[in-house]
C-alpha cells in the first residue's frame, strides 16, 4: 500500500512542474511564408457560419493549441485576411502570466525565414503583462523587413478574459502603419478607412 501511495505522489509532483510550453515559431513560420499569398495554400476546409466573414480551417496547426483558422473580411474593395490561433484557455492567472510571458519571448526579437536577422519579428512597445484589472491585454509585434513585401503584418498576442476563463490567441494580418492610416475623401466627401 505504501508502494502505490508513493508512486502516485512522485507522478503528481512531476505533473506539476512540467512546462507545457511549446515553441510557435515554426508554425508562425509558415503562417508569415504565406502572408503575400492572403493566406491562400494554408486554407483548409471552410466553415459555415457567420455571413459577416469567410472561414477557413488553418492547415497550419500548433501542438497544444484550442483551434487554427484563417478569417476573411469582405469590404467593398478587397477582402482582408487574418490568420488565428487560440493558443490555450485558463482559469489561473498565474498560468496565463507565465504561458503568455512565454509565447511573448518565443515571437520577439527571433528572425524568421530564413532570410537572416534582417527580417526579424519586433515588439512595437515595451512588454507588459496581462493583469486581472483589464479583460483584453495585447502586445503587438511587426516585421523589420528590408524588401517591404511584409511591411504591413502585424502579429498580436492577445489575452482576453471571457466567461470566467483567459483565453490566448495569436493573430497576423495586415495593417498599414498608424501613421499611415489617415482618411481620404473621394469625390462624395465621405471618409474612408
Known amino acids: ?3 502505490p501511495a508513493c508512486l502516485f505522489f512522485s507522478i503528481l509532483a512531476s505533473a506539476q512542474f512540467k512546462n507545457t510550453f511549446t515553441s510557435i515559431r515554426p508554425q508562425l513560420e509558415k503562417v508569415i511564408s504565406d502572408y503575400p499569398n492572403q ?3 494554408i486554407k483548409g476546409s471552410r466553415y459555415q457560419g457567420d455571413p459577416n466573414t469567410i472561414q477557413y480551417a488553418s492547415t497550419v ?9 484563417v478569417i476573411g473580411y469582405p469590404t467593398k474593395t478587397k477582402i482582408n485576411w487574418l490568420w488565428e490561433a487560440k493558443l490555450f484557455v485558463t482559469e489561473d492567472i498565474s498560468e496565463l502570466k507565465k504561458q503568455y510571458k512565454a509565447y511573448y519571448n518565443d515571437i520577439a526579437g527571433k528572425s524568421f525565414m530564413s532570410r537572416g536577422s534582417n527580417n526579424s519579428i519586433n515588439a512595437t512597445g515595451p512588454y507588459s503583462a ?3 484589472e483589464l479583460r483584453l491585454w495585447t502586445n503587438q509585434f511587426r516585421m523589420n523587413d528590408v524588401t517591404g513585401e511584409f511591411s504591413n503584418l502585424v502579429i498580436d498576442l492577445i ?4 466567461n470566467f476563463e483567459w483565453i490566448v490567441y495569436v493573430r497576423i494580418y495586415d495593417k498599414e502603419k498608424d501613421e499611415d492610416m489617415k482618411p481620404t475623401k473621394d469625390k462624395n466627401e465621405k471618409y474612408r478607412y
Open 130 to 132: 496581462p493583469s486581472e
Open 159 to 162: 489575452a482576453e478574459y471571457a
Open 61 to 69: 496547426e500548433m501542438k497544444g493549441t484550442v483551434e487554427t483558422k
Open 39 to 41: 493566406f491562400s495554400s
Open 1 to 3: 500500500m505504501l508502494l
